[in-house]
């Protein structure tokens, strides 16, 4: 007996781990549910489910549907009486022999206590509530029909739904459609009757019922005039108006960019629950929270709104590729912010993507436990910040890669054609390309098809005469398996005068690109995709800068203290999670550079002198986790430094406060070039030279350098060039003073000071 259950246990495993191979054989056309929800006291359902199943194979002869939980009371077949068995999950039913195309009635009466999931999902009795939501976020499969009726739980098979729910007193049942009759039986029950003839997976199929009150209203669509209705409890509906002010504005924005809204009514059902909402079809399950009179919950609205076009109408093939279902929905919440709150002096909408995307770079590996192809997440993380934030962030990059016209008629021609059926990633790429005339096979590639971020740097401009410079662009990869091509980057210049000139969609491909743009100025320094359209590795900052103290730069683990300043500044940090380009072989006494993170930094406007402040972060899935790894300790921590990607890396002297897993490295000035972190010999020199104050800047020079320096304590400084030949030489009167370069070819200088005929300082930097 044991050897037989183990044996049954193992083939249902095995049935399950093939879905794919059920959903090819069967399908079910038409769900009728048949529902007594009458017994809170001792939280049961009872009642029957009538299948329409359609044979897509001759000779089938068995059908394997899902059942969890819930007793099977009988089975028929066609009105006559068959034999099944219900083991774990599995109701295998036995039916006499169909044809391919051929149909069957497949009546399962049953009862119990349904099942929900251990964290979110399934089949809830709360009070004087009962409802489900059709989605485990820990069980798998996450599809949870068959918490509360048979089913073929699985997202490839949409169906038809006609429901019967039996209420007792005052209740009412809520289910997905449009309400067709109510009816008061002779026991004093209540039965309601909605019909759904648009075809939905399992997962979608609703059920609430409670004392609910109805909040009703129109909304005229592009095709047609849609009811509204949204269930809340009675004490809730007088919110109702204040909580969904906005929904119709949202809905004609919705129809507008994606297509008329394909669904019989706009519906709505706030439950009892903590937190947590789910897009069934129509009937879209929210906390009673949301209806609290605020606007709290309006982003959670409106994404469980827009899964009516993503999610609903067209639903990913697996749930591996959650991304199409959730990636859309998360992206709604940043459109809402540019339809509704962006003004003429806040983009509310880039804020809200910058904001997304600075939380999802520093925190997906460590909350998804790795990065992953956005097609080819692992169902543990199903409903991660994959599917969600990464999605969404990726789909903001398409939206820069095709511009808004062609991604908003690609998007509502892709939604018409695929309507009520499912696609992968693979076939959503491939069906944009056609119908938008561009390319976008290297995008799925290389956004969608691997996992991780691109990276994107600049390691130097060089001058060419009559305006046009070249930008080297540096491309790496945060957990990637490849290099982008053909990714369109903004090229942004940025003058002494902090004026800006941008150039936009400049292709970069493979390891390093020059990139040709014109100038109406000798740049500074360049910034590469400065509005933020890309879902890059690297978390930035720009600040204008007006006065002393100290300044932060959010989310990039670098601030500032101003000791001085005279006007002016702007101010650019980059925080890069990837590693920096290490020499090869690392110089005598280095062990290692950093793997994971290093910044680059500009500024440009009036003089400053001040510090930069670093985070070493060595908790567990911060960027310094494995620094010193190997037995090092914080004495054998180095702070890099070099003018640009071109140069040599070079430690710098600092000062640390904190903990060795928490510190923060101060430097001795505000050298703007790049940092990152090595682990060396704790004798490494850093060349202190005393702590003499010597400051560069721009650096990128054009033709000018401003040299800071105590003139008290130097008294001559001399240029030499990357070949060790003097090129100039300069006495010291003041503190700050002007360099002329005029005459000195590109490339790599050494500024060295003297006192008395004694080198007191060195520092290095790049003329243009």
Known sequence: MKQITLLLAALITLAAANAQQRTDSVHVAHYDLNLSVVDFTGQTIDGYTDLTVVAKVNNLTQVRLDLKALTTDSVFVNNAATTF????????????????????????HYHGTPAHDSYFGGFYFNGQYAYNYGVALNDVPHAYGRCWFPCLDEFTDKSSYSFHIRTEGDKRGICNGLLTDSLLLSDGTKLWHWQLEEQIPTYLASVAV?????????FHGIEKVIPIEIYTSPSLHPNVAASFIHLKDVLR????????????????????????????????????????????????????????WFGDLITCERPEEMWINEGFADYSESMI??????????????????????????????????????????????????SYQKGGQVIHTLRSYMGDSLFFSSLTQLLAHYAYQNINSYEFFTYLTQVSGMNLMDFYEDWVHQPGFLDFDVEEIHPHGCGIF??????????????????????????????????????????TTDLMVLSPFTPAFAILDYQGKLNDATVDATKKVTATGNVTFSDTYCSASINQIEDTTLIRVEHHYVAPTAPDPLPEGYYKFSTTHYWSINYTGAPIDGVWKFKLLRGGNQPDEH????????????????????????PVPYSHSGSPYSATLTTLDLQPGQYCFAVADAGVSVNTFDGVRLKVYPNPAGNTLHLWTDATRADKAILFDSLGQKVKTLKINNDQQDINLNGLSAGNYVVVLYHKGETIGRTMFVKM
């Open 210 to 218: 409670s004392n609910f009150s109805c909040y009703a209203d129109t």
């Open 627 to 650: 620094l010193l790894d190997g037995g090092y300790s914080f004495d054998n921590v180095k702070l890099m430094y070099r003018p640009d990607g071109h140069s040599a890396w070079t």
């Open 85 to 108: 068995s219900h083991v774990g999950e599995s109701l295998l039913v036995n039916i006499p022999a169909m044809q391919n195309g051929d149909t069957a009635i497949v009546r399962v």
């Open 253 to 308: 924005k919705y129809e507008e960019n994606f297509g008329p809204y394909r669904w019989p009514r706009v519906g709505y059902v706030c439950l009892p629950a903590s937190g947590g909402a789910m897009e069934h079809a129509s009937n879209i399950a929210l906390p009673n929270a949301a209806a609290s009179g605020s606007l709290t919950y309006e982003g959670t609205i409106m994404h469980e709104l827009f899964h009516h």
């Open 470 to 511: 070249s930008v080297k662009v540096r491309q790496k990869g945060y957990g990637t398996n490849h290099l982008g091509t053909n990714v369109p980057v903004d090229v942004t210049l940025v003058s002494e005068n902090m004026e800006m000139y941008t150039t936009e969609n400049l292709l970069v491909s493979g390891d």
């Open 337 to 386: 912010q540019e339809w509704l709150y962006n003004t003429d002096t806040y983009n509310a909408y880039a804020s809200h993507i910058k904001s997304e995307h600075n939380s999802t770079l520093m925190n997906l590996a460590k909350q998804d436990g790795g990065l992953y192809a956005l097609d080819d997440v692992p169902q543990e993380h199903t409903y991660g910040m994959h």
